[in-house]
């Protein structure tokens, strides 16, 4: 299989070291499942400073990215996808502003060629390169972070995870946790009993049916009570409603 090809415009292409050099991600490259292209959008400047930032028009506080050196990189790293036979980049701007990164949008890229990241430092970028350039916006969530580059590399690194092959073995079976719209269950390993705690009695019956049964409830539990949007959001199986009946007795009782 040909491997999925990224291109990110950052003036910070050292910081994507971080996905090449460790774990699941660094071996999708030693294994050529996945490739990164950096475009620096200095190197696109003509002047002796180098620069890619200016003021805002209308005041106001810090600085914005200029037009020229973005647009030149972008088309740069379009050039390389039409040598490749993909003749449909999609750029994706990384903004606080974007509509919010969801699982559904991650399966989504990973099934597409051509995608061009355009992680942005101070306070944005000149909007017309934005209306003439870029696709989509996304975010990562509700906070505030430093520039786009960490937001690009978690995009990726979730990609990547997406990628068949990437997770060896059975990829659908280490997914299923997000995938079907729950928290996941407790998980123990050796000791036994740590500072007088004891792994559940249920993990060591070798009864399968029993484990499933048990991690099921604990998950619908967990969900409950720390993300009950998830559980609206969501069909329940007929045993699934039955696991959390039984936790929603035990929590009566509990009360009495
Ligand atoms: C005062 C307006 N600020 C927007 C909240 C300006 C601003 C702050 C931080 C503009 C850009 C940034 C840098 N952040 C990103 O580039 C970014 C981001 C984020 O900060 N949070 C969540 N997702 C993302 S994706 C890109």
């Not at 790293?77 to 701007?93: N, P, Q």
């Not at 989504?108 to 051509?114: A, D, K, M, N």
């Not at 123990?188 to 029993?210: F, I, M």
């Not at 039955?242 to 009782?253: A, M, S, T, W």
């Amino acid at each position: 299989m040909k491997p999925l090809s990224f291109d990110v415009v950052t003036i910070f292409p050292e910081m994507f070291q971080a996905l090449k050099d460790f774990g699941i991600t660094s071996r999708a490259f030693q294994e050529a499942f996945v490739e990164l292209a950096l475009w620096n959008p200095r190197d696109f400047t003509i002047d002796t400073h180098r620069t890619v930032d200016d003021r805002p028009y209308g005041g106001g506080p810090g600085m914005l990215m200029m037009i020229e050196p973005l647009k030149k990189a972008i088309d740069a790293a379009k050039k390389t996808h039409l040598s490749k036979g993909i003749k449909a980049s999609r750029v994706i701007h990384l903004s606080p502003r974007g509509l919010p990164l969801t699982h559904q949008k991650v399966i989504e890229l990973s099934q597409t060629s051509g995608l061009i990241f355009l992680a942005s430092r101070y306070e944005g970028v000149d909007e017309r390169l934005i209306e003439s350039c870029v696709d989509e916006e996304i975010s990562i969530g509700d906070y505030v972070l430093s520039g786009g580059e960490l937001p690009t590399m978690v995009l990726i690194d979730a990609i990547i995870r997406q990628l068949p092959g990437v997770l060896g073995g059975d990829n659908s079976a280490i997914e299923d946790s997000f995938v079907n719209g729950l928290l996941d269950y407790p998980h123990y390993t050796r000791p036994e009993v740590y500072e007088g705690s004891k792994v559940p009695d249920v993990l060591l019956s070798g009864n399968h049916a029993r484990i499933s049964a048990w991690r099921l409830q604990q998950s619908l539990a967990l969900t409950k009570v720390r993300r009950p949007d998830l559980l609206s959001a969501r069909l329940l199986t007929k045993e699934e409603s039955r696991l959390l009946e039984e936790i929603n007795k035990q929590e009566q009782d509990s009360n009495n």
